[in-house]
């Protein structure tokens, strides 16, 4: 990913928290895809062991190669982040596990979320700003908010893919029992 397509907001983590959170997912994805055991990693920064939510998504020669999260911080940030990275590369169901061949080109993004508001009126949602969450029933979807910049939508067409990410018709986001949440993330 090119830094001009980095949107998001800072959520407190200095550049070495956040280089140890890509050191932690590169260094998982190779082992794994070269059949070595992971090593424990060894984290002194606070903010790291908060409760966060987060999302991996891998790019290979700059499509889509894995993408997989947490909304919300179930455990450590460090922790989700090797759960994460180790998902994207190996269990995304839309794609084949990495292969060792695949690690040169591959391209590792890390989003870090604030917590899930929900609210009654889109016009609160800034597209390239908010990632958005939709839930109606049992079905359930996000977009996260660089998806809309990279991919030029506006507002209407965020929620529109979000509903049929969800697996809902592209219009349910108008529905009075589909609940809309929006989000932020630091994206590195």
């Not at 932690?24 to 992971?38: Q, Y």
């Not at 090593?39 to 062991?49: G, N, T």
């Not at 040169?104 to 908010?130: A, C, M």
Request: aromatic share 6%; with cysteine; glycine share 8%.
């Amino acid at each position: 990913m090119t830094e001009e397509k980095k949107v998001g907001v800072d959520l407190g983590l200095n550049e070495e928290e956040k280089k140890t959170l890509h050191h932690i997912a590169k260094t998982l994805i190779e082992n794994k895809a070269k059949g070595k055991a992971v090593p424990e990693f060894s984290i002194a920064s606070s903010r790291l062991k908060e409760n966060r939510g987060a999302f991996v998504s891998l790019h290979r020669r700059g499509q889509l190669r894995g993408c997989i999260g947490n909304i919300e911080g179930r455990g450590p940030l460090h922790k989700t982040i090797e759960e994460m990275a180790e998902a994207a590369a190996f269990r995304d169901p839309r794609f084949t596990a990495v292969t060792e061949k695949e690690l040169s080109d591959l391209d590792i993004e890390i989003s870090v979320l604030t917590p899930l508001r929900k609210i009654i009126d889109v016009s609160e949602i800034e597209v390239g700003k908010h990632g958005i969450y939709i839930k109606k029933g049992w079905l359930s979807g996000l977009l996260l908010p660089q998806v809309a910049t990279e991919y030029g939508m506006d507002r209407e067409t965020f929620l529109e893919h979000t509903c049929m990410k969800a697996g809902l018709s592209a219009k349910s986001w108008k529905d009075e029992d589909t609940e809309i949440y929006i989000f932020s993330a630091d994206i590195f």
